[in-house]
C-alpha cells in the first residue's frame, strides 16, 4: 500500500512509518519538524542523539524499505497539502501531525492558542483535502484515552461508543462516548473526533480514530536496526511520560517523581505495540458506514504500583509532588481493547525485562540529562 | 453593564447590540464586517440597504444609548482582543463573531477552511482571554438548534443535557445532548461547545450557549428609529432564510423555492425576540458550576404549513425543488424552550401581522433584489 504519515519525524510517527516500511508499505513522511522546533522553544532535547531527518530516512531506505520526507506544515499550507495528496495519491493516512502534550497545552495563552489552531486546522485540512481529491483513502487518526475522562464512571471504557436508554422515552441509542477532555491537549482530540464523525457520514470517508493510552519505551525493531535511526526518548516536565520519566530518574539517583497521591489509573501501550497496532488499522480498513474505534492499550496501570516497582528494581526512593493537573487523586480504569486483538493484536504488558530495555538507554545516554528540566512545572490553572 | 458585541455589524448582532443600549448598557461592539466581505464574495447584497458602521454607531449614540466600535479580526488577531478586553473590562460578553451560513460553509474546500478556521480560533481567543483577563467575565456564546441534529430522535430536545442510563451497568447520567451537525457551519457550533464546556471546567467561567433556531423578521424596535440603523436582510440562497426568503418571493412574484419535499420541520425564533433573548441571557449571569443551554426559539414550523400559507395569503405559487443539504425528507421537532421562559422570554409566533411587517420592507426595497442570487445553489455533498 501507499501511505502517507503525517507527523512521521515524531515520537510514535517516526517508529510507525519504520514499521510500514518494513512491512513492503511505501511510505511518504509529511512532517514541519514542529516537534524539534519545540525542543528548542523549551530549551530541552531528547535524550537519545536523533538523527537529521535527512538521515534517517537515507539509512531507513538502505536498511528497511522506501520511504520518503516532505517538509511541510499542514495546519498552515493548505495548498501544498493537497498538491502533496493528489501526486502520492496514498490509500491511507496516518495523521499524528498534532501537538501532543497535555502539559504543553496548559502552559500559557500561547500554547494552548496554537495547540488549539495547530491541531483543529491539520486535522480538517487532511480531512477536507481527501474529500476533494478521493474519498477512498482511509483515514487513520491518532486520538487519546483522554477524551473519555480519566475514569470508569459509566463502568468498563467501550470503543468509541456507548449504549444508552433515554429515561424520559425509554428509546435505546448506541452514541459517541460522552467526552470528558481534562486538558487543551485533549480538548483538540474531541474535537477532532466530532470533525471525522461529520467528514465520514456527509463523504462517506472511511475513519479509523485510535484511543491510545500513554505510550512507553523508546526502540522498536526497526529503530534499532542502526544508530541512526533511534527514536526520541523525551523525560523532561512536559512531553515525558511517567514509564519512561521514572526509569530515567531512576537511572541518575534522582526520586520518582509521583505527582499527587499516585493514586491515578493510567491506561499504557509500549512502542512497539503502537507501531503494530497502526500497521494493523492500515491494513484493515473499515467500511464508511460508522467510524471505527479502537482503544490502542495494552493495559492500564497504577502509578503507586508502578513507583513501588521501579523502586524495588532499582533502589531509588519515592518523592510525592504536588499534583500540578486539574484531576481527582484516585481514579479506576477500566478499558475494552476488544477491536485491535481482533484484527492481530497482542498486547506486550510492562516487564522487567522490558523496562531493563529502556534503562539500557537511559544508561548509555544519561550524560545527555538536563537535570533542571525532569519537574514538571506546568499548572493545569 | 458593560457588554462586547463580537460581530455586532452583523443581522443578529446589531439587533442585539441597540437592544442592549436601549437598556442602559454600555456597549462595545468588535468586529471585522466580514458579513459585508461576504457579500463582496459572493456578488449578492442586503436587501435593505444598511449604512457604513460608523454612521449606524453614530445614529445609535444620538437615539439609543452608548455604543462604540473596534475594528478587529478576532480569530486573528489575538493580542488586541487581549486588550481590548482587558481595557474595556465587560461584565459579559455576546459572541456573534462566527461564519453564520450552513450552506456557505458547504460550498467548496476554501469555505469549509475558512468556517473551521475562523469559528473555531474566534471562539477559542475570547475564552483565552478571558482566562487570562477576568474568569468573573460571563460568555454568551450563539449556538444552533443544529448541534442537536434536526429530529426529535430521543423525544423532545432537552435544554442542552439529556438524562440517560446507561445499559451495561443500569447507572444514570446527564450527558451533554449526543451532537449531530449536518454541516460543516453546524459543526463548528459542536466543537465551541466543548470548549465552553472545557473553559467552564477548568477555570470556572460563566457560560450561557443559546441554541438558536432560524431566525426571520429584519426590524426590531430599536432599528426602526431611523433609516440609518436598518438591520440587514439577506435573500440569497446561502444567507437567506426561509421565512424572508418566502417574502421577498412573494413581493417580487417568484414562486416560493421549497426544497426537497417540504416535510422538514425547523424552529423559528423572530429578531426581536432573539434580542430580548440576549438582554435576559446577559442580565442574568449563571453560577460557573455548569455550562448554561437555552434553546432560543420561540415555535417549531412545517416548511410546507409555512409555504401554503404564505402562498394562500399572497396568491404566488409554490415550486418544489431538490434538496442540496444532505437531510431527511420529513423530521419531527419537539423542542422545550422553559429555560429562556423561566427568565421572562414571551415568546412571538409567526403571524399574518408580523409577516406584513416584513413584506413592508420587501415591498420598499424590492428594487434592490438581485433574483439570479435567490436560487440555492450549493450542494451539500
Known amino acids: ?26 511510505v511518504l513522511i509529511v512532517d514541519n519538524l514542529s516537534r524539534r522546533a519545540i525542543d528548542l522553544e523549551l ?94 483513502i482511509h483515514m487513520v487518526h491518532l486520538g487519546t484515552m483522554g477524551v473519555y475522562g480519566y475514569d470508569d464512571r459509566f463502568g468498563e471504557i467501550p470503543e468509541g461508543y456507548l449504549d444508552i436508554t433515554i429515561n424520559s422515552t425509554k428509546k435505546s441509542a448506541s452514541i459517541i462516548y460522552p467526552p470528558a477532555p481534562g486538558s487543551i491537549y485533549h480538548l483538540t482530540k474531541v474535537m477532532d473526533h466530532f470533525m471525522l464523525q461529520y467528514y465520514n457520514s456527509n463523504w462517506g470517508i472511511s475513519v479509523t480514530d485510535l484511543h491510545q493510552g500513554v505510550v512507553w519505551g523508546t526502540q522498536t525493531e526497526e529503530t534499532r536496526l542502526d544508530e541512526l535511526l533511534i527514536n526520541r526518548f523525551d523525560y523532561d516536565g512536559d512531553y515525558g511520560t511517567v514509564v519512561n520519566r521514572f526509569l530515567m530518574q531512576a537511572t541518575i539517583g534522582h526520586p520518582l517523581t509521583v505527582h499527587g497521591s499516585g493514586g491515578q489509573t493510567r491506561a499504557m501501550i509500549h512502542i512497539g505495540d503502537m507501531a503494530e497496532c497502526i500497521r494493523l488499522a492500515v491494513e484493515s480498513k473499515p467500511n464508511n458506514h460508522k467510524v471505527r474505534v479502537f482503544n490502542q492499550i495494552a493495559e492500564t496501570v497504577h502509578l503507586n504500583s508502578l513507583a513501588r516497582k521501579i523502586s524495588s528494581l532499582t533502589g531509588v526512593e519515592i518523592t510525592y509532588m504536588e499534583n500540578p493537573r486539574n484531576e481527582e487523586n484516585e481514579n479506576n480504569l477500566m478499558v475494552s481493547n476488544e477491536g485491535l486483538k481482533s484484527i492481530g493484536f497482542k498486547p506486550t504488558l510492562l516487564s522487567d525485562e522490558l523496562m531493563n530495555e529502556v534503562q539500557e538507554i537511559t544508561e548509555v545516554y544519561r550524560h545527555r540529562v538536563i537535570k533542571e528540566k525532569i519537574i514538571a512545572t506546568t499548572k493545569w490553572k
Not at 502533496?84 to 490509500?91: A, E, N, T, W
Request: some cysteine.
Open 43 to 136: 530549551s530541552t532535547n531528547s535524550l537519545t542523539p536523533i538523527a537529521t531527518i535527512e538521515e534517517r530516512v537515507r539509512i531507513a531506505n538502505e536498511k528497511i524499505g522506501k520511504i520518503s520526507f516532505n517538509f511541510l506544515d499542514i495546519a498552515k499550507e493548505y495548498d501544498k497539502l493537497r498538491d502533496v495528496i493528489q501526486s502520492f495519491l496514498p490509500d491511507a493516512v496516518v495523521h499524528f501531525a498534532e501537538q501532543r502534550s497535555a502539559p504543553y497545552s496548559m502552559i500559557s495563552e500561547d500554547q494552548r492558542r496554537y495547540t488549539i489552531d495547530n491541531n483543529t486546522s491539520a486535522t480538517h485540512n487532511i480531512m477536507s483535502a481527501i474529500a476533494e481529491v478521493d474519498t477512498s
Open 1 to 26: 500500500m501507499k501511505i502517507i504519515v503525517f507527523g512521521g519525524d515524531g515520537f510514535c510517527g517516526w517508529a510507525a512509518a519504520l514499521r510500514l516500511a518494513k512491512h513492503g508499505h511505501e
